[in-house]
């Protein structure tokens, strides 16, 4: 079995920065691409950022040249850097990871981790 632990998220005044992160661990052969996705009340789930394990990364377009995201391979982690955010960030931001399992090597499964909530508010 695989986990996804996401930490960092909180409230911060608009103009303000969060950093999140989130930890694949378990039953991993290998990773091959790590994302963030959020979703506001009454909106639906969107991709934020994502990054494939060999360095591509990928951005939508509202928070271009605002955050980046990064990853440290030999933790299986990745991270979203937030910078100058703005009240419509607010939302839960989730993880999500492209895994090869040990068990199945062959397949890619996407796995989930449990959301964590940005508030962006003065």
């Known amino acids: 079995q695989v986990q996804l632990v996401e930490s960092g998220g909180g409230l911060v005044q608009p103009g303000g920065s969060l950093r999140l992160s989130c930890a694949a661990s378990g039953s991993i052969a290998s990773v091959v691409a790590m994302g963030w996705y959020r979703q506001a009340p009454g909106k639906q789930r969107e991709l934020v950022a994502s990054i494939m394990w060999g360095g591509n990364t990928d951005y939508a377009d509202s928070v271009k040249g605002r955050f980046t995201i990064s990853r440290d391979n030999t933790k299986n982690t990745v991270y979203l850097q937030m910078n100058s955010l703005k009240p419509e960030d607010t939302a839960v931001y989730y993880c999500?990871?492209?895994?090869?399992?040990?068990?199945?090597?062959?397949?890619?499964?996407?796995?989930w981790g449990q959301g964590t909530q940005v508030t962006v508010s003065s």
């Open positions: 999500n990871s492209r895994i090869r399992p040990r068990a199945s090597p062959s397949w890619i499964i996407d796995y």
